[in-house]
């Protein structure tokens, strides 16, 4: 309470100067712009851009000529086989042009039902040449797609003459659920029938 007086009544505080009590410098600021061309005109001169160019255009080249291998793909040791429903249900009403609705939402859709798998898909390790040898020997380029999860598909066409595929970041196996190659995926009737086989002594038979 005495306390909260004596704020009441006290005078109101003025402002003094002090003077000056030690040395002021201007506040220089460089032009953030100016900085960044002068680097890259020290960049440019050095050769570093184009150097930098040329390993980012190699990593390029190499990660397309030899991609990243899907991850947790093993060789077959153990046969295994599945029947896979591609069915899907639409989540919402799918429109034409006209706003006119021709697919409801709610309806199951099989995709095989409209575009049919009319060629095997063959997934195999591309650095397993027992694997390599199989599938070449089994299936033409009419019957089956190539789908490799490790290696160079570039090396491979130029080697066999046959084009290779390449299950980009495990797309593929991942959702039909493979684990392990060689594996052969065609369709059965409205579903794919999924099979992981087992090449004894590097050779296998027709599947």
Not at 149 to 175: C, H, V
Request: with cysteine.
């Amino acid at each position: 309470m005495i306390a909260a007086a004596c704020a009441c009544v006290a005078p109101p505080a003025s402002a003094k100067d002090y003077g000056r009590q030690g040395a002021v410098f201007p506040i220089i600021e460089a032009d953030l712009l100016a900085v960044i061309r002068q680097r890259l005109a020290a960049m440019q001169a050095s050769g570093e851009i184009d150097r930098a160019n040329h390993q980012l255009a190699e990593r390029t080249a190499t990660k397309v000529r030899r991609p990243t291998a899907v991850p947790g793909i093993v060789t077959t040791e153990q046969e295994r086989r599945w029947m896979f429903d591609p069915t899907i249900t639409v989540g919402q009403d799918l429109r034409d042009a006209r706003g006119r609705v021709i697919v409801a939402a709610g309806t199951r859709v099989n995709p095989l039902d409209t575009v049919p798998l009319r060629q095997r898909l063959v997934f195999l390790d591309g650095d397993d040449p027992a694997q390599v040898a199989w599938a070449m020997r089994n299936t033409t380029a009419l019957d089956a797609k190539l789908i490799l999860i490790n290696g160079s598909p570039f090396a491979l066409m130029k080697a066999e003459q046959r084009r290779f595929y390449f299950d980009q970041q495990g797309a593929l196996t991942r959702r039909l659920g493979i684990r392990a190659v060689p594996a052969l995926v065609q369709q059965q009737g409205r579903a794919l029938l999924i099979r992981e086989l087992v090449l004894p002594n590097g050779k296998g038979d027709r599947g």
